[in-house]
């Protein structure tokens, strides 16, 4: 979990998700925003940097797949397209009179929004509902680790994510005591020793087959 900026962005619960979205960020521009992060599992960077004509049609209607353009992501690597899920259409949908003729989300830094303004946002909006540990790296993690849960094979995640590789990929997703328990747990299928049950019958076989005195 972060602590004053160190360590690792906090995966959040459902219920903090809807006290940030639903009591701690203010409008639409930031809801939107880290609903594109939260969304999509994409890099703030990415998403502060979103072209407005790869959001909408001419007509001004959200677009199927969100693109995540090769010259603003880490590595530059490749251009990705993420399909937007309804959840994300709404917000999309919604934003659309705010977006910037150029860039999804408008600002002083190059035309556009910075990571440094979008982190101070998201740290007030947390600061207001009281959670902590959070950054704007907790909604990439967030997203990652919860389609890890819902038994997404990894080279789909990493499709999405655009991890160089698995091992990078692995780093990002939580692990919960209730797993490595259940993971535990399910050894006990393994177990060589006999039930109670089992062993008192067992018994009873072999006094009723042993001589029986005079």
Do not use: W
């Amino acid at each position: 979990m972060k602590v004053n900026r160190h360590g690792r962005a906090k995966v959040l619960t459902q219920s903090e998700i809807q006290q940030i979205f639903n009591h701690g960020l203010e409008n639409d521009r930031d809801r939107t925003l880290f609903g594109v992060c939260l969304f999509t599992a994409c890099r703030i960077r990415e998403a502060c940097t979103l072209l407005t004509p790869d959001i909408y049609t001419p007509k001004g209607l959200v677009r199927p797949k969100l693109i995540l353009r090769k010259s603003n992501t880490k590595g530059k690597l490749a251009t990705r397209s993420i399909p937007v899920i309804e959840d994300l259409r709404e917000l999309l949908c919604s934003y659309y009179t705010f977006a910037g003729k150029t860039y999804l989300f408008p600002g002083r830094s190059d035309g556009h929004i910075s990571e440094d303004s979008a982190a101070r946002i998201l740290r007030t909006a947390c600061q207001r509902v009281g959670i902590t540990g959070v950054s704007t790296h907790s909604f990439r993690r967030t997203a990652l680790t919860q389609m890890s849960n819902a038994g997404i094979p990894l080279r789909v995640i990493q499709e999405i994510s655009g991890h160089r590789n698995l091992e990078q990929l692995q780093k990002y997703l939580e692990v919960s005591e209730e797993q490595v328990l259940g993971a535990a747990s399910s050894l006990a299928m393994l177990s060589p020793v006999v039930s109670t049950d089992i062993s008192t019958e067992m018994k009873l076989k072999i006094e009723n087959l042993s001589p029986q005195g005079d």
